[in-house]
């Protein structure tokens, strides 16, 4: 995921470390993000910046797998066949779970 960001690195730095990056912010977010630091929630500007870019990326990321697998059953969506026998394997397994009450 990071393998580009590695190859701007300065050279000798490694993988774990970081690099600092200047982002420009409008002042009604500076102080939203001030006021997170001063609730506590989160141990300084850093880390909220961090944490939302985190949040981003794994955002993109399973929206990617998201549109993939629909693409996918797009292409390849189930038969009519399909749909009885996994809804009778379904049944099935449920008929067969050794259901035991617990109120």
């Known amino acids: 995921m990071f393998e580009d960001a590695v ?10 470390m970081t690099v600092q990056i200047a982002v ?21 500007r850093s880390e909220i910046v961090r944490a939302g870019l985190q949040r981003m990326v794994a955002e993109n990321a399973a929206q990617t797998i998201d549109r993939a697998f629909a693409e996918g059953f797009t292409r390849h969506p189930d038969s009519d066949e399909d749909i009885r026998r996994t809804t ?15 109120w």
Request: avoid cysteine; proline fraction near 7%; charged fraction near 40%.
């Open 88 to 102: 009778r394997l379904a049944i099935e397994s449920i008929e067969d779970e050794p259901w035991e009450k617990w």
């Open 24 to 44: 420009k912010l409008p002042d009604e977010l500076l102080e939203a993000v001030d006021r997170l630091v001063a609730s506590d929630r989160f141990a300084s």
């Open 7 to 16: 190859e701007r690195h300065t050279p000798g730095y490694t993988t774990r």
